[in-house]
């Protein structure tokens, strides 16, 4: 009996493997990283065309930049950030980040769809450019 | 097969406890491990501050049928017209005088005291139960006065809607986006889920204006001020005119008094 | 022991497949819900809690009501409960389940809910309303499993079981001094601001848990192959009809500190609920039912000879628990926003996606309560018939 069973388990076992790997093999090719876009007018407009941080920083840690941003301003008062070079600004996502990357679907959205976050800041938090609409 | 099944749920339970252990942890490990540089915490420097923010309604210029206060708040919030009394959603309005002022309205007092409608919001309690009862400290006090909202943490239990004994509050019983017609830029939406009322205009309290009702009421029927400096125009109002308060004796102690 | 639970005759299967269509159905309407929001329910800005909160309310009491069986038997060796417990202890964990899916249907942001331990607010009697329910759901799964597991085995329980046992008894009256202490410490709501709402719970949680308790048990003794006895029905008859008599008094009570003291803010709720105020009277049906009913049930009950006949005892029993029901679910949760805290009325009922979500609850409770009581009946019968 438990040489039947074998079979069948070995079987399960490969359907799991490939399934839970599925990811990480399927597609690797046919999709590419997104480009993203910078092309706003008021980063055109910018003197400095310089962030809150480097782009190092912000791309593995603005999630948990906005985070302390949103404790402290909302519920510690504290509005300003200073960054590392000494500049401050609004600890806000509409008043700060999207003011220069007002163009969200060529710029955040690119990143979050192509890894499947979905974050429910802009449930909330305005983007100036969509609503205008 | 008995005995090993026993063994092995033991076994697995044990190893996820195990491996569920670090998770736990790491939100501490977290806020560690992002640098933080220097230099956070400054409030703008043009912001207004106070150690006990007030608001005295001026009932003698109140005038009815006026809706500046409610127009001018709700359109710089983004407070959403639902068009029915159910979901509606409102920081701001008016009542009846015997509403507002239960227990208060003698009969024989004059069509005047029983036509007004007094402006209604939240009160920013000194003992403030709705603070005492959130779960999340989704609600707080701030130590200038003002009763706040943290959209991000509030889970919808609206216990702070039955806690509070002046029918402040309001849920988005669905998503409010829809329902705003004309959408300030300048300030977030909620979404559906989240309670929210008055905050007395504190984002722009940072940027050193006054609250918005009290910019917009044309009759100058609303005083905002610092309650605890002696030398502010509301604590100077408070200390010569009769001022009432909602449902005092509850020892909430609101902070919105109404001049008489 | 979870085996047994997958044998059964054909009504069992029946009974099974029901509930498991209601919940399902229920659980859809709740996806509704997820989307549209909780506007999808009659709730509204004046009454903002609701069917789901009611009935979070009553099942709190039912499941505190275990305490009236463990309490006899293992404080003072009452053996005729001797071979019920479980049973009580397993109605515990399903009507504990059931009270936090119905928390959890009621918040309006559920993905946060852990947001209540994450940032505690030891101030909110919210915070220790989860503690204390989580800690009540662990403990009677613990204790109910373990015992029965032991009269399977035919060997006495461990020795640590013991101990929690004993912590099950303050536990279930905390559970409940807990529910109530989240109405009767709100200043706004006079209706609610009353020191005896904790022991009014109380009286109505044992009345109506036990009552339950004795409908299993006949329904077990007709289709379950398993008689929990004639003197532990009688028993639990009898404490039903002592806690009955004391909600019926408290209720009573209520009406005259009320009454007589004519303070119309606390009169208003008062005759919204048996008379109508202001020309609304949407509760007014239900509460005179409760009363009717409360007191039938009350009259079948003090009989001895009716009593002891169970078709009458049957009859009383469904009379108590749909009548705290009414009274605990309606009459107290909703009632106290009408009127609101500006005199306003603004009614309450509730829509058809919120009673399908509520009855897709109930339905996974009762599916749970159906599997334990499985296990427990094939448990007994083995052991009896060998």
């Not at chain 1, 910078?38 to 985070?67: Q, W, Y």
């Not at chain 2, 000194?126 to 707080?140: H, I, L, Q, S």
């Not at chain 3, 005892?313 to 926003?337: D, N, R």
Request: proline fraction near 6%; include cysteine.
């Amino acid at each position: 009996m438990k040489n039947n069973k074998w079979g069948l388990i070995l079987l399960g076992l490969a359907i799991f493997v490939i399934g839970v790997t599925f990811p990480f093999w399927y597609g690797k090719e046919k999709t590419a990283p997104p480009a993203l876009s910078l092309e706003t007018p008021e980063i055109a407009g910018s003197a400095d065309k310089k962030c809150v941080e480097d782009k190092a920083f912000m791309r593995a840690n603005h999630m948990k930049l906005l985070n302390a941003w949103r404790d402290e301003a909302v519920r510690e008062g504290k509005r300003i950030y200073t960054a590392k070079d000494g500049r401050t600004f609004e600890k806000s996502l509409t008043g700060s980040c999207i003011r220069c990357h007002s163009n969200k679907e060529q710029f955040c959205d690119r990143c979050h769809n192509y890894v499947g976050a979905k974050p429910s800041c802009f449930d909330c938090h305005i983007v100036p450019a969509e609503v205008k609409k | 097969m008995t005995p090993n099944r026993r063994d092995f749920l033991k076994i697995a339970g044990a190893s996820a406890l195990t491996i569920m252990t670090p998770a736990i942890f790491v939100p501490a490990w977290a806020k560690n491990s992002i640098v933080m540089p220097p230099g956070q915490g400054l409030a703008p420097q043009k912001a207004l501050a106070a150690k006990r923010w007030a608001m005295a309604v001026d009932l003698t210029k109140c005038t009815a049928n006026c809706a500046d206060c409610i127009v001018a708040c709700h359109a710089i919030h983004n407070v959403p017209e639902f068009g029915n009394p159910k979901d509606e959603v409102k920081w701001i309005w008016t009542e009846p005088f015997a509403s507002v002022f239960p227990g208060e309205s003698p009969a024989y007092s004059g069509e005047k005291l029983q036509k007004m409608r007094p402006p209604v919001f939240c009160n920013h309690c000194e003992n403030p139960p709705c603070v005492r009862v959130c779960p999340t400290k989704a609600t707080f006090r701030r130590s200038d006065g003002i009763v706040m909202m943290d959209y991000h943490r509030c889970i919808g239990c609206r216990l702070c809607m039955a806690a509070c004994p002046y029918g402040a509050r309001s849920m988005n019983y669905r998503d409010p986006r829809p329902f705003t017609a004309k959408i300030n830029p300048d300030f977030p939406t909620r979404t559906k889920g989240v309670v929210e009322k008055c905050n007395f205009c504190e984002e722009r309290l940072a940027k050193g204006t006054l609250p918005a009702c009290v910019e917009a009421c044309r009759q100058k029927a609303l005083t905002f001020g610092d309650a605890d400096d002696p030398r502010s125009d509301i604590r100077r109002l408070l200390e010569t005119r009769f001022s009432l308060r909602r449902r005092a004796h509850l020892g909430t102690g609101p902070q919105i008094y109404y001049l008489l | 022991m979870l085996e047994k639970a997958l044998k059964g005759n054909r009504g069992y299967w029946i009974w099974i497949a029901c509930l498991i269509l209601v919940a399902t159905v229920g659980f859809f309407f709740y996806l509704r819900q997820l989307d549209y929001g909780l506007g999808i329910t009659g709730m509204s800005r004046d009454v903002s809690w609701g069917l789901y909160i009611a009935q979070f309310t009553f099942l709190v009491g039912v499941a505190a009501s275990a305490v009236m069986l463990v309490l006899p038997y293992y404080l003072h060796d009452y053996k005729a409960f001797g071979r019920i417990t479980v049973l009580g202890e397993f109605l515990a964990v399903s009507a504990v389940v059931m009270c936090i899916l119905f928390v959890f249907v009621d918040l309006g942001r559920p993905s946060r809910v852990m947001n209540v331990l994450l940032h505690p607010q030891p101030k909110s009697i919210l915070f220790w309303d989860m503690i204390v329910l989580s800690g009540y759901l662990l403990i009677n799964l613990i204790t109910g499993w373990v015992v029965l597991a032991c009269t399977k085995k035919e060997v006495p329980p461990p020795g640590w079981v013991k101990p929690i046992i004993y912590l099950s008894i303050p536990w279930a009256i905390s559970i409940h001094t807990v529910t109530a202490f989240i109405y009767a410490g709100l200043p706004g709501r006079g209706f609610w601001l009353t020191a005896i709402m904790a022991p009014r719970f109380l009286a109505s949680a044992f009345a109506s848990g036990p009552a339950l308790l004795i409908l299993v048990c006949l329904i077990l003794k007709r289709w379950g192959c398993f008689d929990a006895g004639e003197k532990a029905i009688q028993t639990l008859a009898k404490i039903v009809a002592y806690a009955l008599a004391v909600s019926i008094f408290f209720v009573l009570v209520e009406l005259f500190t009320v009454f007589y003291s004519q303070i119309p803010e606390h009169m208003h709720h008062f005759q919204y609920l048996f008379a109508g105020l202001d020309g609304r009277y949407n509760l007014v049906a239900w509460m005179w039912t409760f009363a009717v009913l409360s007191i039938a049930a009350f009259v079948i009950l003090i009989f001895p000879g009716v009593r002891r006949k169970e078709s009458w005892l049957a009859l009383a029993c469904v009379l108590v628990f749909v009548s705290l029901w009414i009274e605990k679910g309606l009459g107290l949760v909703i009632t106290g926003f009408i009127p609101s805290p500006l005199g306003a009325i603004t009614e309450y009922s509730p829509t058809g996606p919120e009673i399908a979500i509520t009855l897709g609850v109930w339905a996974a409770g009762f599916l749970m309560l159906t599997l334990f009581y499985r296990i427990f009946t094939s448990v007994h019968f083995e052991r009896e018939n060998r």
